[in-house]
């Protein structure tokens, strides 16, 4: 049987992640309150903004600022900016 959660960012009760996506209290607070949508939604936006900006993994700098996004995204009720060099698929 799956987990429900009232997802933050859609909004609704949805079906929750299966564990937190990463340690802390942060990756608690993401798997309490976002689903699964949510998370594939970022974990998308995420790809864009690493390709987009040509960010590394390992850049404490990058992490950062991922962190920073992915906050705004889930949890800010904005949406997170795109790059200006970004062009949507159509």
């Given amino acids: 049987m799956s987990r429900k959660v009232q997802c933050v ?3 609704e009760e949805l079906e929750g992640l299966d564990f937190p996506p990463f340690p802390g209290s942060l990756g608690q607070k ?3 309150n976002v689903s699964k949508e ?4 970022w974990l998308n ?3 864009i903004l690493i390709n987009e900006y040509r960010l590394s993994s390992l850049d404490p700098k990058a992490q950062a ?3 920073e996004e992915m906050q705004k995204f889930l949890f800010g009720g904005e949406e997170v900016e795109m ?3 970004f062009n ?3």
Avoid at 38 to 41: C, N
């Fill in 9 to 11: 960012k859609m909004g």
């Fill in 30 to 32: 993401i798997f309490e």
């Fill in 38 to 41: 949510a998370w594939k939604q």
């Fill in 45 to 47: 936006q995420q790809t």
């Fill in 65 to 67: 600022f991922l962190k």
């Fill in 83 to 85: 790059p200006k060099e």
């Fill in 88 to 90: 949507a698929p159509e």
